[in-house]
């Protein structure tokens, strides 16, 4: 049975937002190779975006586009985690370019890369055939991503004082985001009873070992997480992903038709 | 603290094998940490565009180069010695393609 549209939203947004916010780092990256890297990294979020929204529209019908879904949904439209829509930089920071800490970035996609890999994998065997080709292509590119981000963490965490420092606070800062995965939307829901994807919270002890397995390579603490679970796949954000958008949608936005 | 600060990262030289190709070629150099880091720096910077199915990473510092200087006794006494091309040779008619 097919995914709903809902759900396929909540994917794309996801990919589409990280983009975004990994996308800033381009031209700016710390050494020419990890920028590089990044911007890959980048694409490949925006290249799953796409296909999730090219889906979702010829499902919606009518004279929805993927460019539409994308650039002319408002942020409480925006179902992504809210996790993928924080800025490059820890709290208490100013925006200024300077302000953007690696660290921030590398952990972020660390935590939702460990999970991309197992959604996509069991997305894989998906009953909506087309989500399930879908996920068969992005479960390569979130393996390498996975890679990347997790050797960066090692190395921030067992690498100098300072790089351990902004490695642990990053994580400290992040880490109660998560909470968000593990608590079902009623789109997820539906879309488990359709059989187009598992329950998420099955696929939390597979995503706590491999969290576990990095951060003691990296020598990292994991934070103690309780309190506030964020609702971002609801449609209720932080004040970051206006702004995002903002710069994002701008352009079409202000050309409605323009093609280029 | 194993991890080298950015400014004592050493050189590494990246060697790319194409599709087609039997040997793997250089195609330039990069600094990383260590051997797994270059690994997946170059594929990043040295294969975006499918240009390889493998890739070799060696440290810098263990290739020894010959000197420049030294061009003219390593490599000019080969300049006379024709004999050494095949070209040199007349190969009769009757053993054909070769």
Redesign the interface.
Known sequence: MKAPVEYLLHLADNAVVLGQRDAEWCGHGPILEEDLALANVSLDLIGQARLLYQLAAARLGGDATEDKLAYFRDDTEFRNYTLLELPNHGPLVGYAASDRDYATTIVRNFLYSALMVLVWDALEKSADADLAAIAAKSLKEARYHLHHAADWVVKFGDGTEESHARAQAALDHLLPYTEEFWTPSAAEDTAVAAGATVDIRTLRAAWDALVADTLAQATLKRPEVRGYVPEGKHGRHSEHLSYLLAEMQGLARTHPNGIW | ???P??KDWPLWEVFVRSKQGLEHKHCGS????DA??AL??AR??YT?RQEGVSIWVVPSAAITASNPDDKGELFDPAADKIYRHPTFYEIPEEVGHM
Do not use: I
């Open positions: 603290m194993n991890t600060a950015l990069l600094h990383a940490a797994a880091q997946h720096m990043d910077v975006r």
